[in-house]
């Protein structure tokens, strides 16, 4: 059974303060990695798609990078408006159905 | 355009009420997605449609009645729901139904079942 586990669970940084958020999978046959940003009471947002170890992708202050068994956000330099829950999903050989984390609560304090 | 919108923000309901949630998106998408939300949890798929056909119901209860009427819509028929149906209820679309497609989101319904 697929299963995708992100930690920390919760992350309080202040603003400035880099820090990196995980996403690590088991799946058979990595069709694609996501991460979407949701905001309380709202959808989530989608940000990235990864497809092969190695990749990297960047937007404003986050950058995603995907090895075989995980994939990490880098959150550079954040700010209050950076606060959300990160949710990672993944999706694998013979389906297309997303299997989520459980995602990160991140708080980032003035 | 990447947006999906969704009718109505909040819903209240009682048990016996029957009532639609609406889902629209204008971006030529050819799978819609309706998933359940509880706080503090991920999205769990209920239906999804390929083509405006059904392809997949993960064995949601029968007071749960999807529909598409057409490429651009989709609705979710409440009838005689439970209080622990109360979650926020969130459609998405993505190009196909494959597993390398992002799903894009819509803002997501309120529903309180009273």
């Known amino acids: 059974e697929d299963q995708v586990t992100q930690s920390p669970e919760a992350l309080r940084l202040q603003e400035g303060e880099s820090s990196s958020l995980n996403c690590s999978y088991t799946v058979s046959g990595l069709r694609g990695l996501f991460w979407y940003r949701q905001d309380p009471g709202k959808g989530p947002e989608f940000l990235f798609t990864?497809?092969?170890a190695g990749e990297e992708k960047e937007k404003e202050r986050l950058k995603a990078t995907l090895t075989k068994k995980e994939s990490f956000l880098h959150i550079t330099a954040p700010k209050p408006e950076d606060s959300a829950t990160y949710l990672c999903?993944?999706?694998?050989?013979?389906?297309?159905?997303?299997?989520f984390g459980k995602g990160t609560m991140l708080l980032v304090s003035p | 355009d990447t947006e999906v919108t969704q009718t109505p923000k909040h819903l209240v309901m009682g048990m016996t009420n029957k009532k639609s949630l609406k889902c629209e998106q204008h971006?030529?998408?050819?799978?819609m997605y309706w998933y359940k939300q509880k706080a503090k949890k991920p999205p769990e798929l209920m239906f999804v449609y390929s083509y405006e056909k059904l392809s997949i119901n993960e064995s949601v209860p029968s007071r749960f009645s999807p529909e598409c009427p057409n490429s651009s819509l989709l609705n979710l028929h409440l009838h005689a729901l439970q209080p622990e149906d109360s979650a926020l209820y969130l459609c998405?679309?993505?190009?196909?139904?494959?597993?390398?497609?992002?799903?894009?989101f819509g803002p997501g319904t309120r529903l309180t079942v009273l």
């Open positions: 998405a679309s993505s190009p196909l139904v494959v597993s390398y497609n992002e799903q894009f």
């Open positions: 990864l497809y092969s």
């Open positions: 971006m030529g998408h050819r799978a």
């Open positions: 999903a993944v999706t694998g050989s013979g389906y297309s159905t997303l299997t």
